[in-house]
């Protein structure tokens, strides 16, 4: 598996047997992976024609957070083996199989943002981990979808994220798995561009 700029790796398992210069379309539930899939097709000028035999990938993707809680049914409904994938991946606590009953460190938690955001005064780090700094006309950077009434955020900035794709040819004749562990502070959307990359190399090398 090639290095990338990211803390997160791409660790793959399956075979997308194409045959070579076969026309090739991409369907995808994520707008991301979408858009580089098809450019990289066309790009091999492997686009599909009017008159021609054409192979349609499917290719669904879904990201979690690995809070307590979360099995491996949440990360990848119906396919235990993502697990392998997931630590190759770098996954780290909580356990796929929590419970719930297991809770992070506090002091360990706070370490981790103070770290990720050295600039913040003190009132700031407050405000933030107390909730205010998410309530509307208070602070620009409000955002309605990270608002939770209990004061707290999703969890992103403490825990892990899982991402796993799933890609299926047409014909049967091939599928590929594809997981991905994002770590606080990396941008999910850059790392759904290396699963969609480690796809396109499957799918036309």
Request: aromatic share 4%.
């Amino acid at each position: 598996m090639a290095a990338t700029a990211f803390a997160s790796e791409v660790r793959s398992k399956g075979k997308l047997d194409v045959p070579a210069g076969m026309p090739l379309m991409v369907v995808s539930t994520d707008p991301i992976v979408q858009r580089v899939l098809s450019e990289d097709i066309a790009a091999a000028r492997r686009t599909a024609g009017h008159d021609s035999k054409t192979l349609t990938l499917t290719v669904t993707l879904n990201q979690r957070t690995l809070r307590p809680g979360v099995s491996l049914d949440d990360v990848s409904p119906g396919d235990p083996g993502t697990a392998e994938l997931l630590r190759a991946a770098g996954a780290r606590a909580p356990e796929l199989a929590d419970t719930g009953t297991s809770r992070i460190d506090p002091y360990a938690a706070m370490a981790e943002i103070q770290n990720r955001s050295a600039s913040e005064t003190a009132s700031q780090e407050f405000d933030r981990m107390s909730g205010y700094s998410q309530l509307p006309g208070f602070f620009s950077e409000y955002d309605p979808k990270r608002f939770r009434h209990s004061g707290s955020r999703d969890g992103d900035d403490i825990y892990d994220s899982a991402i796993v794709a799933r890609a299926v040819l047409s014909d049967g004749r091939g599928e590929l798995a594809v997981a991905a562990v994002t770590h606080p502070g990396e941008d999910p959307r850059e790392v759904r561009k290396l699963i969609a990359e480690k796809i396109a190399n499957a799918l036309l090398h």
